[in-house]
């Protein structure tokens, strides 16, 4: 059984523009969310979705925003990036929303120059 | 807002040392789990724990989750140079799938 795939592994963008990051879950799992991950912060969630639809969102500023497609495959959009934006950002794939066991995929890193 | 603290932050020791780090919350949370995470690569899960007081133990390692389900804790006995890595715990809210995590601990383990 597949992992959970996260596209790109690696990614550089200049200031001021947009991103978007992919994440196929594990098959059969149905919520996917969304983390990111600095040496200052630590991990922190963004948000999650389950069936399309978003049910938590993390506290984090309006230009991240997230999807889930009907095949449970999620992307996550990052618009006018900053600096600060530079991260491993990392999906987790769960069979439910209530499942306790999250598995994660490899992540991306965003470089912001 | 529910917070693990994480402790020790830093960690570094011989092999055949054993360790112990400690995650602890003022919030109940409904599960708790252990992740390791190598440099570049996302965190793999360990074990998840679900009710107070219980213990699990996988090889080397033992984790504890508090009788409150406020607390965890992960030893680890004679430690290897194998079980370098960013240990992190990690607890479900009752918010559907969040998660919160501690800040992990840096573990190096020096043949």
């Known amino acids: 059984k597949a992992g959970v795939t996260q596209t790109p592994r690696y990614l550089i963008k200049t200031r001021g523009q947009q991103v978007t990051l992919s994440c196929s879950p594990i098959s059969g799992h149905r919520s996917v969310s969304w983390y990111q991950q600095t040496p200052g912060q630590g991990l922190q969630f963004l948000f999650e979705?389950?069936?399309?639809?978003?049910?938590n969102k993390g506290n984090f500023p309006g230009r991240f925003s997230g999807r889930q497609f009907s095949n449970s495959r999620s992307e996550m959009n990052v618009s006018t990036l900053e600096l600060g934006d530079s991260a491993l950002y990392l999906c987790a794939s769960r069979a439910t929303s209530g499942n306790t066991e999250a598995f994660f995929g490899q992540g991306t890193r965003l470089t912001v120059v | 807002t529910q917070l693990l603290e994480q402790s020790p932050q830093f960690l570094s020791i011989q092999e055949g040392e054993n360790l112990t780090v400690y995650c602890n919350s003022s919030?109940?949370?409904?599960?708790l789990q252990w992740y390791r995470q190598e440099p570049g690569e996302g965190p793999v899960l360990l074990v998840t724990v679900v009710t107070g007081g219980e213990v699990k133990k996988l090889k080397r390692l033992t984790f504890q989750f508090g009788d409150a389900r406020k607390d965890s804790s992960l030893h680890i006995t004679a430690a290897q140079p194998g079980d370098t890595g960013l240990y992190l715990c990690a607890g479900l809210t009752s918010e559907g799938g969040k998660l919160i995590f501690g800040q992990g601990t840096e573990l190096s383990v020096k043949p």
């Open positions: 919030s109940v949370f409904s599960s």
């Open positions: 979705y389950f069936s399309e639809t978003q049910r």
